[in-house]
């Protein structure tokens, strides 16, 4: 892609000053030795497989770092929320297990795979102990924050949007392209904020402006081609991504939002099990940090290039589950 050398570049030499920098950082996190021993077995297993369905240019840039720090091979696989679930699902039910890391922005997936015993604890990840307390549980450890934006393309929208009223201006109408509802819980407590904010009629109005995406990376893509003007929910480094690229896409943050965040669990029967934990520990270090939220939200003080979070409100998965049928019926769905 058209700017992806230089970017990786910028990136790379942003996350090795951020590293020289933040022990003069104030509130920037404590970086945790990791002990010799878990690099060595790490190492001696060679290799690890991502399961992701966070933007995948991202996590290659992670893979990356983790194979120039320590030399061990990354094999990433990404798919949208619900296939992912779905695949890692039939591997497990045929002891079939690919995957070492899971790394998502389904949390309820991962919640309810712990509680499965699909995934093992992350308590003793090298780390764990310095990692902010909202950000860690012994399922996941949460590596960045995602509050959802809208998007639009510069070229069609010039005006840019600033409230998630502006979905439903009738300017718009058939312009609209959103992350469907059914592909995951946290697309149902995106809805689940709208309606609450703005009611039955504002659901009933949207969908009749817009088409569906099973994930934000294909249709923020849409947007970036002009096949559509404005996307929501959108991810912030997904965008990112395409803007280094030269896609004409800005973004806003309205507020109230919620926020899809990056987190990340070890597979309980991954066949790498001691790489997986070494790359969980690499996701909470300063450099990765500056990579993975690279203009972006970091739940660590004190990593450069990043930004405040807006207002965010906590949306209860079950309560969002509960409300889904109705919503899709507003929707049109």
Known sequence: MRGSNSL????????????????TVVGASAQTEIPAELVEAAKAEGSLTVYTNV?????????????????????????????????FMAEHDTNNTIADVYYSTDRAFHDDGFEKQLFSSVEDVPGYANWPEEAKGPAAL????????????KDMVPEGLKSWEDLIKPEYEGQVILTDPRSSVTSNQFYKMLHDLYGDDFLRKLGTHATYSQSAVPGIQQVAAGAQAIYAPGIHQVVTGLVASGAPLDESFPEPS??????????????????????????????AQAINNYDGF???????????????LNVDPKEA????ENIYKLLGL
């Open 298 to 312: 970091s739940p660590v003080e004190g990593i450069p290039n990043t930004r405040p979070m807006p207002k965010i």
């Open 142 to 153: 949460t590596i960045g924050y995602n509050p959802y934006s809208l998007v639009w393309n």
């Open 8 to 23: 990786k570049r910028y990136v790379a030499t942003s996350a090795f000053a951020a590293v020289v920098a933040l022990s």
């Open 258 to 287: 919620i926020s899809s965040n990056n987190v990340a669990s070890l597979v309980a029967a991954g066949p790498h099990p001691n790489a997986a934990k070494l790359f969980l520990a690499f996701l909470m270090t300063n450099e």
């Open 55 to 87: 933007d995948p240019s991202l996590v290659q840039k992670l893979g990356d770092a983790y194979t120039q720090a320590y030399g061990i091979t990354v094999d990433i696989q990404r798919q949208a929320s619900s296939a992912l679930a779905q695949r």
């Open 321 to 324: 589950v509960a409300a889904s």
